[in-house]
């Protein structure tokens, strides 16, 4: 026999001597990869759920995958009685709703396995839990696995082959250590379930009553407004004016209500038309000026001149403006500030409203978009859902909203809103912008002047608010900075005055006041109105930009031929 006849009669011998150890290392990484695969398979229907019916089915097939069983049923417990929830190749059963009593045959049956909680039926017919549907279908075997939580049976899972089989030891290891897991994903999910319907539940319920009680608060406002008008002392008034501020505030969390209820049964929808998103801004900050002026706060603005213009729905935007704005002012100690900015920023606008509040804690600003939040203070009231508007607003719009904090400092939320088609290009050299100036004090002129002058604007100066009102008569102002400390008639007065006139009503005024931390001064200028408000000493760019914005708009408005908006009250300048 040649060496290489003896090589290969050599290596035979040695592969049939080591065929058992190979087989066995064959089986136990088939075993270990059907181990981790049914695993997987059962993590990934774990995750994909969403309902308890979608998490059945796939629970059956994994358990059929993992068996090589050729059907499979899951009967989950509903009441005393199991009843089909999902098959593999037994689907005439859930369709035919299938169930059987938990009688005390089961439950003994359940505690004498319940080392194993496995049982194998062969040669079935007519063993434990079979239904009509499994007997035609001629199985040799039949295996139940039940499905327990603590010592509660959660369901049971039949797995049923064609041919006579045997579970080896692995496989029922398998099987039992997933059957676990299945049955811990089903209370879960059960109790998830569970939990979505008590919620729609309860939101239909306040849908309806929300609905039902706006007519009954409409007849107390309106009823309440007419006998206001009967009643010329103010003691008899105060009692009314309490209950149409609390019918207010009845209708405003009826709104909210209806408002999150639209939003999740997908009713929620936004009209859009292209808007100015400064005058827009303008209008927010002048709705919430009286809540301001009784706060002392300060409310300002910090707004690009040239922002493009945007498609959206501007009772919707204004809604969010004003609400973020208000949350602001509300959580802004006496002498703060609210600042709402406005930049253009890669195809969109950015919105931001800063306040120097009292900010809000890094466990809380997770979920301060969440419904029926609110912050951990007990005099706050509210339903807990503008901001939750606010969010579903801003989406729809395209855009997203978030909030940063730093507590005991200030918070800022802020939003973005995608921009319209860029303004056309006019050819046209802008008309001169007029803008006036009202002080007694002619180094106060004189700085003024020197910030402002350009060759596009035409600055009027004059030194008396009797002055300041005969030039607003004889001519159109972009802006207006008026000073308030003058002799005879104050900025305050002139203010007044001007909102009164035709002519002048809709000029906007800056606030520039070197009392700016003193509450008793914020609250009688807001009281008099303002479009803005600037504390001494000035950052000249700051005042350029500010009054920069307000020319832009008075230009657009001429350009498009539209009448200013009513959005602006007055400045004050203050020495």
Known sequence: MSAKARGLKEDRLQLEKDEPALSLGVSSADDQHRFISSFDSLAKALLASDSLGTLSQKIVEAFVAVARADVGVLRLRDGDDLRSRA??????????????????????????????????????????????????????TLHCLWLVAGEQPVGALYLGTLTASELSDQDKTLLLALAAHAAAAVVHQNSVDELKQAVLSRDAVLSVVAHDLQNPINVISIAAGMLLQRLPEPTTRRPLERV?????????????????????????????????????????????????????????????????????????????????????????????????????????????????????????LPHIFDRFWKAKKAHRRGTGLGLTICKAIVEAHGGRIWADSVFGVGTTVSFSIPAALERPKSGRVPDIANILIVDDRPENIFALTAILERPEYRLVSVTSGEEALRVALRERFAVALIDVAMPGMNGLEVAVHLKELERSRDIPIIFITAFGDDPEQIHRAYSAGGADYLVKPLDIEIVRKKVAVFVALSRRRQGNGHAPRNTFGRALIED
């Open 87 to 140: 098959a593999v190749g037994l689907e005439e059963e859930v369709a035919a709703g299938f169930s059987l009593p938990i009688d005390p045959v089961f439950t003994e049956t359940l505690k004498a396995n319940a080392g194993t909680r496995l049982s194998s039926f062969a040669e079935a017919s007519g063993e434990l839990g079979q239904s009509e549907v499994i007997r035609k279908k001629g199985l040799r």
């Open 244 to 364: 149409m501020r609390a019918a207010q505030r009845a209708d405003r969390m009826i709104r909210d209500l209806l408002e999150v209820n639209a939003i999740e049964t997908g009713h929620f929808s936004i009209q859009r038309c292209q808007l100015e998103p400064a005058d827009l801004i303008l209008a927010a900050l002048e709705s919430q000026q009286s809540l301001a002026a009784d706060a002392s706060v300060i409310i300002a603005t910090d707004l690009s001149p040239e922002l493009p213009l945007i498609e959206a729905d501007e009772e919707r935007l204004l809604e969010v403006l004003e609400n973020l704005i208000g949350n602001a002012v509300k959580f802004t100690s006496a002498g703060g500030s609210v600042t709402v900015g406005a930049v253009r920023r890669a195809g969109e606008i950015l919105v931001s409203v800063k306040d120097t509040g009292s900010g809000i804690s890094t466990d809380q």
